[in-house]
């Protein structure tokens, strides 16, 4: 992390983004990816930060990346988008398949992450960007190319 923006958890509570869709800005990672497996610089500091957009939030923000499995992929999505695509992500406390899983949230991933044509986030939060395109037509301009999520998350 080396922009001066706000932290999630610390600075701004987590609640005012769950739920609501944000545009990943940058991954400042503080782990790797190898084959398969996440290995991170250090066990107390979170895998990454990501530098966010919401419209929740005045400015960027810098959201800690705590889990794994999150990490692992927000770096997939980043590393197969092409130019001109957005990652767009979805912080939730609450998405959880089962009432066990909510019951120990604390610890259980938290990000639903899209790879996303561009412009698809100021379409998403936008009403007024390109009025004119409208019904299937904007559906399919914002549409996810693909989705990562926890097999624990709905």
Aim: proline share 6%.
């Amino acid at each position: 992390m080396t922009d001066n923006n706000p932290i999630l958890g610390k600075d701004i509570p987590f609640d005012k983004i769950d739920k609501e869709i944000a545009l990943v800005v940058k991954l400042t990672p503080h782990a790797k990816v190898v084959g398969n497996r996440v290995i991170a610089d250090s066990t107390t500091n979170p895998y990454a930060f990501l530098t966010i957009e919401t419209k929740k939030i005045s400015g960027r923000a810098e959201l800690p990346v705590f889990h794994k499995d999150d990490f692992k992929n927000v770096h997939e999505a980043l590393n197969e988008r092409e130019e001109g695509q957005e990652v767009l992500i979805i912080w939730s406390n609450n998405n959880y398949k089962n009432i066990v899983f909510k019951i120990s949230r604390s610890i259980l991933p938290k990000l639903i992450v899209w790879l996303c044509p561009k412009d698809a986030y100021r379409l998403m939060t936008d009403n007024g960007y390109e009025p004119e395109l409208t019904g299937e037509a904007r559906f399919l301009a914002e549409k996810p190319i693909k989705e990562w999520k926890s097999e624990v998350m709905n």
